[in-house]
């Protein structure tokens, strides 16, 4: 499955899937060093990826710790 887009680019819906540093980023509309300030708090928590990707467990982790991304309207 893929993440959908509106025409803001923003993600409409964000599957539990693997997804690499790249992929958060753009989901999250920041880049990837913004990302790993943000993750560095979680770091033993969420753990290292294995090869490029993160596990879905470790996207749970991710997303329950700073937030699903999206817009308030």
Do not use: C
């Amino acid at each position: 499955m893929k993440t959908l887009f509106n025409e803001s680019h923003q993600p409409e819906r964000v599957f539990i899937k693997p997804y690499s540093s790249k992929e958060l980023a753009g989901i999250y509309g920041v880049g990837k060093k913004t990302l790993h300030k943000w993750l560095e708090p979680f770091v033993a928590e969420i753990g290292e990826k294995h090869g490029r990707f993160y596990t879905v467990a470790q996207v749970k982790i991710i997303f329950s710790r700073i937030g699903l991304p999206g817009t308030i309207d």
